[in-house]
Nanobody
Framework: QVQIVESGGGLVQPGGSLRLSCAAS????????MGWYRQAPGKQRELVARITSGRNTNYADSVKGRFTISRDNAKNTVYLQMNSLKAEDTAIYYCNAPFATPPLPWGQGTQVTVSS
């Protein structure tokens, strides 16, 4: 049974940092490209960062230079280090495998709120 669990969200002031974690079970984690998505109120879910099995990374322009995605295959975990956070980064953050066939189930996400 595939399970994805995100954690690490919270309330942070503008300019602050957070580190999100995503633990995946029930899959051959190391072979998957993994990605972090976010969904802000009233907006569609968007992919903000992804990392391949070979640790190549790609970022949305809105987070480039501020967010860093990484993975630990021994722990079946993918991370998102978020620095210089802005109010517009406020969203629920999810992780998943963008190219998985069949698609993986979505976790519950973790709320990130950037506010003074």
């Amino acid at each position: 049974q595939v399970q994805i669990v995100e954690s690490g969200g919270g309330l942070v002031q503008p300019g602050g940092s957070l580190r999100l974690s995503c633990a995946a079970s029930g899959i051959a984690f190391s072979i998957y490209t993994m990605g972090w998505y976010r969904q802000a109120p009233g907006k569609q879910r968007e992919l903000v960062a992804r990392i391949t099995s070979g640790r190549n990374t790609n970022y949305a322009d809105s987070v480039k230079g501020r967010f860093t995605i990484s993975r630990d295959n021994a722990k079946n975990t993918v991370y998102l280090q978020m620095n210089s956070l802005k109010a517009e980064d406020t969203a629920i953050y999810y992780c998943n495998a963008p190219f998985a066939t069949p698609p993986l189930p979505w976790g519950q996400g973790t709320q990130v709120t950037v506010s003074s």
